[in-house]
């Protein structure tokens, strides 16, 4: 009688609909269901990622630890999508968007609640986490 | 080392829904460059295939395919760089004629999108973008290529009746294609209509009259050593510049939303090695796959400064009479977009225009010309550069 062996996929939570169930970087979602959006950081060489990266692509160390983001960034661009890929049908309309730190971009979506005639590029925005209608995980941008 | 041409071309129709299997949409452009050049099989001495393989059932396509176009036993090279397949196809043929591996190199590009819907396509095309931390949100084409409109909108004031424009002189070509899918005029007034489908929205701010449509099609160029060229053909056209750049797939990598830094990238190095600049071209055929991205490509390839490409297409200096013609075959907008088999098509344009081949769209004694064909939302640039 051999063991089962547990999958580790909990990736799968992540957005509307996940296209990736194992990756080195599934503590993200623990994070998020503690409210926090992690990036992370480059132990050896100081390089910061987000998306988070479990390899260094520079020094080649992997030795990373994650850090959150935090503060606000400018909304850097945006659209309203009126029409959705299958299996987003049912979130229509919303907003895809990209959030500049400074030292990384953050895309994502915004909020469900702030009308496109709000938004304005150069805008400060924060990343904050969400949990959607039907039980998964994502990040989205809310008005600082 | 001597020069590489392109002896032969070809092109499907591009529809809206093929009646045949890949294998049979594939001959159909090979079919033609092979008359095209009056080749035989045994005059080619390998085969690449270019394709996008998530609409096929078939696995590994170009086995099958070499198999059904009559190029056994010779080696076939399966290529796929998303919507510039076919340019990657071409630029790896002209490697391994100049290798002196092979003399004659057939590049074969496909795609029978119908076999899916269009949502099911927009997802999977979506999937050619970071599967991993962007599609979860819900992407698709249309939405990536419009947050650069709006970036390129806000930055430098180019307005909907810009883009508009753009769409409006690929229909006018587009009515003098045969080959295209969408042969109907399109007019400002049906932008401004909200009650017309191309004013529809789409993603914010493109609407339905800024995007090329899905078409099953295929096209072929057959590239040829110096030797084989001045042998088999009256009219080669010689491969002078080849330029490709790969960019971060997630926009949070990028750090230019005005244009496509892989468009910048390959056309120089295409520039560079050609020895021509932006204005010694004559006539170019560009990847607007959405209307924005035709307005991109020209800063991106230095018919315009940034910012400027606006004052081109208003002033319709890339009309067929104008100073750089662009899309004068009515572009993917017109023709529909195949996707392994759009750079082809882009390329067999320019070759007739360069042997004085092309017809009603015939501009006026070209010398060099351009292909720009992108594979995703800049995530695969290629820029190929050729003269009589």
């Known amino acids: 009688m051999g063991t089962v062996k547990e999958v580790d996929d909990r990736f799968k939570k992540f957005g509307t609909v996940s296209f990736t169930s194992i990756t080195k970087t599934n503590d993200f979602i623990d994070y998020l269901e503690n409210g926090k959006v992690m990036g992370t950081r480059c132990r050896d060489c100081g390089l910061v990622f987000f998306p988070p990266r479990a390899d260094c692509y520079q020094c080649f160390a992997g030795n990373m630890e994650w850090f959150e983001i935090t503060g606000s960034g400018k909304l850097v661009t945006y659209s309203k999508l009126e029409f959705a890929p299958i299996g987003f049908q049912d979130d229509v309309p919303y907003c895809i968007a990209l959030l500049d730190y400074g030292d990384f971009k953050v895309f994502g979506r915004i909020a469900g609640d702030i009308p496109e005639q709000e938004l304005k590029i150069g805008m400060e925005m924060k990343t904050a986490t969400n949990t959607l209608p039907n039980g998964q995980l994502n990040y989205v941008f809310k008005q600082s | 080392m001597g020069k590489v041409a392109i002896i032969g071309v070809g092109q499907s129709a591009f529809v809206r829904s093929f009646t045949g299997s890949i294998r049979e949409l594939a001959f159909e452009g090979f079919k033609e460059a092979m008359q095209d050049a009056q080749l035989t099989a045994r ?64 590049v074969i590009g496909f795609q029978k999108m119908s076999e899916i ?130 960019a971060s797939v997630n926009l949070a990598g990028r750090d230019m939303f005005t244009g496509l830094a892989v468009a910048r990238e390959a056309g120089r190095q295409a520039y560079e090695m050609a020895g021509v600049s932006a204005k010694e071209v004559d006539v170019a055929e560009v990847h607007d796959c959405f209307t924005i991205a035709e307005m991109m490509a020209y800063e ?40 392994g088999a759009t750079g082809g098509s882009q390329i067999r344009t320019i070759v007739l225009q360069l042997r004085h081949d092309a017809g009603d769209i015939q501009v006026k004694d070209p010398q060099i010309g351009l292909i720009h064909n992108i594979g995703g939302v800049g995530l695969y640039g290629n820029v190929t550069i050729l003269s009589r």
């Open chain 2, 300 to 339: 991106d390839l230095g018919f315009a400064k940034p910012g400027e490409g606006k004052e081109l297409i208003r002033s319709k200096e890339t009309y067929k009479d104008g100073s750089i013609p662009v899309n004068v075959d009515g572009g993917l907008l017109s023709k529909g977009h195949p996707i």
């Open chain 2, 43 to 106: 005059d080619i001495g390998a085969s690449v295939i270019c394709s996008a393989p998530e609409y096929d059932k078939q696995r590994s396509p170009a086995g099958v395919l070499a198999e059904y176009l009559g190029l056994n036993p010779q080696p076939t090279f399966y290529v796929e760089s998303l919507c510039s397949s076919s340019s990657m196809g071409v630029r790896l043929a002209y490697s391994l004629v100049k290798s002196g591996l092979h003399n004659v190199v057939a």
């Open chain 2, 117 to 246: 819907s269009s949502s099911e396509s927009q997802e999977r095309m979506g999937r050619g973008a970071d599967i991993q931390w962007e599609s979860p949100f819900g992407t698709m084409m249309p939405a990536y290529y419009a947050m650069f409109a709006r970036a390129h909108m806000e930055t430098y004031g180019t307005t909907l009746e810009d883009l508009a424009s753009i769409r409006v002189k690929a229909a006018s070509y587009g009515q003098l294609n045969e080959k295209a899918v969408y042969r109907k005029a399109v007019t400002y007034e049906m932008f401004s209509d909200p009650a017309n489908r191309m004013a529809g929205p789409v993603a914010s701010p493109l609407r339905v009259g800024d995007c090329c449509a899905n078409a099953d099609g295929s096209s072929c160029i057959i590239v040829a050593n110096e030797e084989k060229a001045k042998a088999l053909c009256k009219k080669p056209v010689w491969i002078i510049g080849l330029g490709a750049a790969t």
